[in-house]
């Protein structure tokens, strides 16, 4: 079975610009979960999508965005790109919901902000 | 508001070793805890989860202990090996307005030599 895929690996951008992450979750798996890991900061929860509604939010800006289609995939958008954006972005994905539900992780897109 | 408290890393142990980190939380109601560990390079993997107090979670020789009354959750292995060396994080689901989001701890890294 796959995990859960994400790409690109690695995306370098400059301030200003905007970047799209995506996310392929496990098969089978309804909801899609976004998280920020920055150098010191720890994990940080930006967005949770079930059933193509974003259901939870994170503290983050409104330029973090993002969808999830019908398949169940997802796009993070981040808009006007700030040097303090650089960071792994982590996508996870869990069977169903519940807080009792693990989410499995991807490996993460690394973005560099020039 | 939700929060996971990790004992201050590194810890380096020599291979064999016993390990405990500790892992303290703060919660409404009743959170489902989580063991991650993150390898250089990857995402978060799964290590171990418990759902209700008292539960056990154990898996790869690794084991963890859901106690209300001490608001703990702290990870053991009798003998650790140097494949072990990663970044562990415990983690926390709860209802509420947390629904759907991790709250992780800082992480803690460990160091295995031969």
């Known amino acids: 079975e796959a995990g859960v895929t994400q790409s690109p690996t690695h995306l370098i951008k400059t301030r200003g610009q905007q970047a799209t992450l995506r996310c392929s979750p496990i098969?089978?798996?309804?909801?899609v979960y976004w998280y920020q890991q920055a150098l010191g900061l720890g994990l940080q929860f930006l967005l949770w999508?079930?059933?193509?509604?974003?259901?939870n939010r994170g503290n983050f800006p409104p330029r973090f965005s993002g969808r999830q289609f019908p398949n169940y995939s997802s796009e993070l958008n981040v808009n006007a790109l700030e040097l303090e954006d650089s960071a792994l972005y982590l996508c996870?994905?869990?069977?169903?919901?519940?807080?009792?539900?693990?989410?499995?992780f991807g490996d993460g897109t690394r973005l560099s902000i020039l | 508001g939700d929060s996971v408290t990790q004992m201050e890393g590194p810890v380096t142990l020599s291979e064999e070793a016993f390990l405990t980190i500790n892992c303290t939380y703060t919660?409404?109601?009743?959170?489902?805890l989580f063991w991650y560990v993150q390898y250089p390079g990857e995402g978060l993997q799964l290590l171990l989860k418990?759902?209700?107090?008292?539960d056990k979670g154990s898996n790869k020789g690794f084991e963890a202990t859901y106690r209300k009354e001490t608001t703990s959750f702290h990870l053991e292995k009798g003998s650790v090996q140097v494949s072990d060396s990663a970044v562990y994080f415990c983690?926390?689901?709860?209802?509420?307005?947390?629904?759907?989001?991790?709250?992780f701890g800082q992480g803690t890294i460990l160091t295995v030599h031969p």
């Open positions: 996870a994905s869990s069977l169903q919901t519940g807080w009792n539900q693990p989410q499995h």
């Open positions: 098969s089978g798996h309804t909801s």
């Open positions: 999508y079930d059933e193509g509604e974003e259901r």
């Open positions: 919660a409404t109601g009743y959170p489902s």
């Open positions: 418990a759902t209700k107090a008292d």
């Open positions: 983690a926390l689901s709860a209802g509420g307005t947390s629904y759907g989001k991790l709250t």
